[in-house]
Structures are given as C-alpha cells and as structure tokens.
C-alpha cells in the first residue's frame, strides 16, 4: 500500500506505508526511467519493516508504464535541485538513518543530491548505493572527493552500459568506505535477480553501528527502545580490485 505527495514543482514522492513498528533506516530511490513504480515497490516491499522506502517521482510520471514508453531521467542539475527541494523535511526527519538507492541516470541523480546535502550541513547520508552506472568523475581530472558517506556500486558483470572502470570510479567520489558489488546479471538485475540486490542494500545497512529509535511513550510516560531486526540471507561480496 502506497501514499503518494506531491509537490509544487512536480515532484512525487511515493511512500510504502510502515507497520506500527518503526523503521531503522529511510531508503529514497532515484529510479533511472519513468513510469517503473511498480519495480521499485516490489523492490521497496521486501526491505520492510527495517527500512523505509520513499520513491521519487520525476515531472510528467504517471508512475506505473500502462500506455507510456519509459523515459530516462535526465541528468541535470536542475531536476537535482528540485528534487532536493521537495524532499525538504524528509531527509531531516529524526529517529531514521537516511541513506540514497540510484538507478542508471538516478545513481547521478542521487549523487548530485548528496552533495547538495553535504554542501549545505543538511543530514549527511550514511550511504549511497549507485547501481547501473559509471561514474560521474570516471574521465575527469583527479580532484577532493565531494562526499563523505559510505558509496556502495553495484554492477551486472554483463551489463554493456557500464564498464568495471567506470564503476569502480565511484571510489574516487568519496571520502568514506567504498564497496563494489557485482551480480551475474546484464542490464535487468534489478528485476531478476532483486533478492540479491535487496540483501545487498540490507546487509550494507545493518552493518552499520546500532541505532534504535525509540517507540512512543507507554500508557505510564515510559520510553521503551526497540530492539527488534528483520534478517535476510547475507549476500556475496566480490573484490574488484
């Protein structure tokens, strides 16, 4: 089950909706093409209830495909910054760890957000997953890195639309750990091989130090924290260097 907001410059935002219990982590995903919710919900569903998942919904996305041919996202700093702004309180929210999942043009996307956010002191993310794309600075000259959260890349070792330099570029962007992930699949690995991807971005977070938000207060004023994690088969890890 789905909420979705929209904002004045017509940006969506589609949530899954949480069971009472709350969640550890709020995951917002950058999908690559338009008209793909229903993927990504698929996706979204088997994270829960560990992680939240917000779904970001360009302009002109009517959401699932029906009669429309997808379109890739552009990747501009325009349609970053809106999508910056209409994220707005919800990458500030307290109690939930915040971390970005990019697809294709959406990995950019969500790169060039992050760094809005690390630009502006807004709450850093603790990682960044890139899936399906080189790296922005993969034929740039060397320079600083621009983050400093954890970057996560993940790659079909068949897939045409990457290359294992291009991918392993992702490194140079940050200041923090970087991982490299790869999956036997070419360019459809979101859909068929999703469980792989899912334990890849839960095993990634959890592995981060604890952090538990605490529920409501009981009936007597009392707050109780919570010590409840939702487990899935570890994932395999593959050194690219």
């Known amino acids: 089950m789905t909420t979705q907001e929209k904002t004045p410059d017509d940006i969506g935002l589609i949530r899954i909706l949480q069971p009472e219990t709350p969640s550890r982590f709020r995951l917002i995903c950058f999908p690559g093409h338009t008209h793909s919710t229903s993927l990504y919900l698929r996706l979204a569903e088997l994270l829960l209830p560990t992680v939240e998942v917000l779904l970001i919904q360009y302009p002109g996305d009517s959401g699932d495909s029906g009669d429309h041919l997808p379109q890739t996202v ?3 700093e325009e349609l970053a910054s809106k999508i910056f702004e209409a994220l707005g309180d919800w990458t500030g929210r307290p109690g939930r760890r915040l971390a970005f999942f990019g697809h294709r043009a959406g990995a950019r996307l969500a790169h060039r957000v992050a760094e809005r956010l690390e630009r502006e002191n807004s709450p850093l993310l603790v990682t960044l997953f890139v899936s399906g794309s080189n790296a922005p600075c993969v034929h740039a000259p060397l320079g600083p890195p621009t983050l400093r959260c954890r970057v996560v890349a993940l790659a079909g070792d068949r897939d045409p639309a ?7 570029a992702w490194r140079r962007c940050t200041s923090g750990p970087f991982d490299l992930e790869t999956l036997p ?7 068929s091989h999703k469980r792989e991807v899912i ?9 981060l130090p604890p952090f538990e938000p605490p529920e409501p207060p009981g009936p007597g004023g009392e707050l109780r924290l919570l010590g409840r994690r939702h487990h899935l088969r570890p994932s395999r890890t593959l050194d690219a260097e």
């Not at 990457?162 to 991918?167: D, E, F, R, S």
């Not at 699949?185 to 859909?191: E, Q, S």
Request: charged share 25%; no cysteine.
């Open 74 to 76: 552009p990747d501009s």
């Open 199 to 207: 334990n890849i971005v839960h095993d990634q977070l959890m592995s």
């Open 162 to 168: 990457v290359t294992p330099a291009g991918v392993r």
């Open 185 to 191: 699949a070419a360019r459809d690995y979101l859909d």
